[in-house]
């Protein structure tokens, strides 16, 4: 089969191929070579090297995990993979898919560079989203970064991935694992199910959707008798075959449609999910979404960590660590996502 039938989706254009097929389809992880002498404008220091632990055997299948990748939130981003790799088991059997803006002010190719040079032993892959897909379907929303076309790309995982990606990991760039990636890789989402992600059944869910929904009589029984459940789609376990098969891709777009006729919504990519999904997510243990750490939509605020054990720290949110820390006014849980950190601020770069 040739390489370039076998990757390209009449969709997206994948730019680079960071490994021969055979490492992203068999379990056995490549190696590529290390870019060496990368001395990026972005200033970031190379990750520790992190290697398996006894246990790990080199039969054991790869561990998927897709995030996005542009200039604004970079630095958010390789915190993220820098700390599932840290707490990983069998850190080199992590394959990491990075999902990058078409039109980011950063080339792709610097940004593949910039990857390699931060962690030299990740297995990766660049893939470019095309913003035409989904730019005619995104409406106003309360803040202008729910609007980023990058931020739906979640929504097209399915056809992005490679055919042969059959479940993913996907995670915002605005968090850190503080636990072990396999525990929520290896967690059991029941055949006729799709997404495994914790969800909250006592949260208010009207204020997901505006007056305009719940006053539309047709509208309104969208979840029909399923109950009505809140999940966050920063965490989310997809079971990528599942996904293709039921064709959830054009279930998205088509509320995305009607949000664009009727004003059903206001929150960017997270309405549509529920409206498709909600009621329907398996549930996972809530200490892997410990979300909402970077405040109300309110500058400055700070939140505490619920009650419970955690394996994942989120800051969705208006407010980002690395912004609260740089401007010296952080919010103490800021002070965990900090360890994670390998941006080197100017001054240092020469040292």
Same mark, same amino acid.
């Not at 980023?148 to 850190?176: E, F, H, M, T, W």
């Not at 891709?249 to 009607?258: R, S």
């Not at 997510?281 to 955690?310: F, K, M, T, Y």
């Given at each position: 089969?040739?390489?370039?039938?076998?990757? *390209?989706?009449?969709?997206?254009?994948i730019l680079f191929l960071c490994f021969p097929l055979i490492s992203l389809c068999s379990n056995i992880p490549s190696r590529a070579s290390t870019v060496k002498g990368f001395d990026s404008i972005y200033g970031f220091s190379e990750a520790p090297e992190y290697g398996n632990g006894v246990n790990c055997r080199s039969s054991d299948s790869l561990i998927h995990v897709a995030t996005t990748l542009d200039s604004e939130y970079l630095r958010g981003s390789m915190a993220a993979v820098h700390s599932v790799l840290h707490h990983a088991s069998c850190p080199e059997q992590i394959f990491v898919h990075f999902i990058a803006a078409e039109f980011d002010e950063a080339s792709p190719r610097i940004l593949n560079r910039l990857v390699r &040079?931060?962690?030299?032993?990740?297995?990766?892959?660049? =893939?470019?989203?095309?913003?035409?897909?989904?730019?005619?379907?995104?409406?106003?929303?309360?803040?202008?970064?729910?609007?980023?076309?990058?931020? =739906?790309?979640?929504?097209? @995982?399915?056809?992005?991935?490679?055919?042969?990606?059959?479940?993913?990991?996907?995670?915002? &760039?605005? !968090?850190?694992?503080?636990?072990?990636?396999?525990?929520?890789?290896?967690?059991?989402?029941?055949?006729?199910?799709?997404?495994?992600?914790?969800? =909250?059944?006592?949260?208010?869910? *009207?204020?997901?959707?505006?007056?305009?929904?719940? &006053?539309?009589?047709?509208?309104?029984?969208?979840?029909?008798? +399923?109950?009505?459940?809140?999940?966050?789609?920063?965490?989310?376990?997809?079971? !990528?075959?599942?996904?293709?098969?039921?064709?959830?891709?054009?279930?998205?777009?088509?509320?995305?449609?009607?949000?664009?006729?009727?004003?059903?919504?206001?929150?960017?990519? @997270?309405?549509?999910?529920?409206?498709?999904?909600?009621?329907?997510?398996?549930?996972?243990?809530?200490?892997?979404?410990?979300?909402?750490?970077?405040?109300?939509?309110?500058?400055?605020?700070? +939140?505490?960590?619920?009650?419970?054990?955690?394996?994942?720290? $989120?800051?969705?949110? /208006?407010?980002?660590?690395?912004?609260?820390?740089?401007?010296?006014?952080?919010?103490?849980?800021?002070?965990?996502?900090?360890?994670?950190?390998?941006? /080197?601020? $100017?001054?240092?770069?020469? !040292?």
């Amino acid at each position: 089969m040739a390489l370039s039938r076998f990757c *390209t989706s009449v969709r997206f254009l994948i730019l680079f191929l960071c490994f021969p097929l055979i490492s992203l389809c068999s379990n056995i992880p490549s190696r590529a070579s290390t870019v060496k002498g990368f001395d990026s404008i972005y200033g970031f220091s190379e990750a520790p090297e992190y290697g398996n632990g006894v246990n790990c055997r080199s039969s054991d299948s790869l561990i998927h995990v897709a995030t996005t990748l542009d200039s604004e939130y970079l630095r958010g981003s390789m915190a993220a993979v820098h700390s599932v790799l840290h707490h990983a088991s069998c850190p080199e059997q992590i394959f990491v898919h990075f999902i990058a803006a078409e039109f980011d002010e950063a080339s792709p190719r610097i940004l593949n560079r910039l990857v390699r &040079s931060i962690f030299p032993s990740l297995n990766f892959k660049v =893939y470019i989203f095309r913003e035409d897909t989904v730019i005619n379907l995104i409406s106003p929303s309360i803040r202008s970064a729910l609007e980023n076309p990058l931020n =739906y790309a979640r929504s097209y @995982l399915g056809g992005i991935l490679d055919p042969c990606v059959k479940r993913v990991i996907y995670l915002d &760039s605005d !968090l850190v694992v503080v636990d072990d990636i396999r525990k929520l890789w290896e967690v059991r989402i029941p055949e006729k199910k799709v997404i495994g992600a914790p969800e =909250y059944c006592h949260a208010n869910f *009207t204020k997901y959707f505006t007056r305009a929904f719940w &006053s539309d009589p047709v509208l309104s029984r969208a979840f029909g008798s +399923r109950k009505r459940c809140y999940f966050n789609t920063g965490v989310m376990v997809l079971e !990528l075959e599942r996904w293709r098969r039921g064709k959830y891709e054009m279930k998205i777009e088509n509320w995305m449609q009607v949000q664009r006729k009727y004003r059903i919504y206001e929150l960017g990519s @997270l309405p549509p999910f529920l409206l498709v999904f909600s009621g329907n997510v398996e549930p996972i243990d809530h200490r892997w979404n410990q979300h909402g750490l970077g405040g109300d939509n309110v500058a400055g605020s700070c +939140r505490a960590l619920h009650p419970g054990p955690v394996s994942l720290l $989120h800051w969705s949110g /208006m407010g980002k660590p690395w912004v609260r820390l740089d401007q010296r006014r952080p919010c103490p849980l800021d002070y965990l996502w900090e360890p994670y950190d390998l941006y /080197m601020p $100017h001054h240092l770069r020469a !040292l």
